[in-house]
Nanobody, 122 residues
Framework: QVHLSESGGGLVQPGGSLTLSCAAS????????VGWFRQAPGREREFVAA???????YYADSVAGRFTIFRDNAKKVGYLQMNSLNPADTAVYYC????????????????WGQGTQVTVSS
């Protein structure tokens, strides 16, 4: 069982930046793909980005070029750096884990954090 915990959300102005963190409880983290998803009110949970255990990275078209995903296996932490934020990025952001390979489908992930709110507003 892997426990994930997100942090780093908050209120930011349009054009601003935030970096989210996803801390894992187990050393098996290094064998997991870490995915970031987000869910806005009234909308389905959507894929944002993912990084596999061998550091291959994947992004949704809506965030490519603005968001960067990375990980520190020694610290068992995954990160999502978000730049040029706009109000459409407002959502609860979740990190998720699954063994080895990423997926864009939330149902493919075995472990989830509790979520962290990101609000982009002036």
């Amino acid at each position: 069982q892997v426990h994930l915990s997100e942090s780093g959300g908050g209120l930011v102005q349009p054009g601003g930046s935030l970096t989210l963190s996803c801390a894992a409880s187990e050393n098996t983290f290094l064998n997991y793909a870490v995915g970031w998803f987000r869910q806005a009110p009234g909308r389905e949970r959507e894929f944002v980005a993912a990084i596999e255990s061998d550091f291959n990275k994947y992004y949704a078209d809506s965030v490519a070029g603005r968001f960067t995903i990375f990980r520190d296996n020694a610290k068992k932490v995954g990160y999502l750096q978000m730049n040029s934020l706009n109000p459409a990025d407002t959502a609860v952001y979740y990190c998720a884990g699954r063994a080895w390979f990423y997926s864009r489908s939330p149902s493919a992930y075995d472990y989830w954090g509790q979520g962290t709110q990101v609000t982009v507003s002036s």
